[in-house]
C-alpha cells in the first residue's frame, strides 16, 4: 500500500464512530477484519465479521455484502473508511432484503421480525466486551 494510503488511513481512523445505540446490536463488541488490496483506493476493501455474524447481509464467510463495497456497483474512491464503517453499521439495523447473503438470518428477518431482534440482542450479549 503506498504512503499517500497509509496516511489517509491514519487520518481517517481519527474520526471513526464506534457503538450503535438504541438497536439490538447495543453493547456488543463486533470484530471487523478490513483487508486492503495494494490499489487501494482504486478498490475497496474487503470487510469481514469474525466471527461471521447473524445477518441478511452478511456471508457465511462473515463478508459483508453491501453494494458500497462493490467495485462494479457504487464503489468509488473518494469514499472514505468512515463513511464505509457508518454504511455497515447502518446495514446492521436496516438489512437490504433485496441483497440477501445469508439465508437463514433472511428468512427469520422477513417471516418473523420479532424472532429476528431477539436472535440479534442474543449474538450482541454474547459478544459484549468483558471489563
Known amino acids: 500500500m503506498s504512503g499517500i494510503s497509509i496516511a489517509r488511513l491514519a487520518e481517517e481512523r481519527k474520526a471513526w464512530r464506534k457503538n450503535h445505540p438504541f438497536t439490538p ?6 470484530k471487523l477484519r478490513m483487508l486492503f488490496k495494494d490499489d487501494y483506493p482504486s478498490t475497496p476493501p474487503k470487510c ?12 457465511p464467510s462473515g ?6 463495497l462493490d467495485e462494479d456497483k457504487d464503489w468509488r474512491p473518494a469514499i472514505t473508511i468512515k463513511q ?10 436496516e438489512p437490504n432484503i433485496k441483497d440477501p447473503a445469508q439465508a437463514e ?27
Open 25 to 30: 446490536w447495543e453493547g456488543g463488541l463486533f
Open 48 to 59: 469481514k465479521f469474525e466471527p461471521p455474524l447473524f445477518h441478511p447481509n452478511v456471508y
Open 84 to 93: 464505509i464503517l457508518v454504511g455497515i453499521q447502518d446495514l446492521l439495523n
Open 105 to 131: 438470518a433472511y428468512t427469520i428477518y422477513c417471516q418473523n421480525r420479532l424472532e429476528y431482534e431477539k436472535r440479534v440482542k442474543a449474538q450482541a450479549k454474547s459478544m459484549t466486551p468483558s471489563e
Open 63 to 68: 463478508t459483508v455484502c453491501l453494494s458500497l
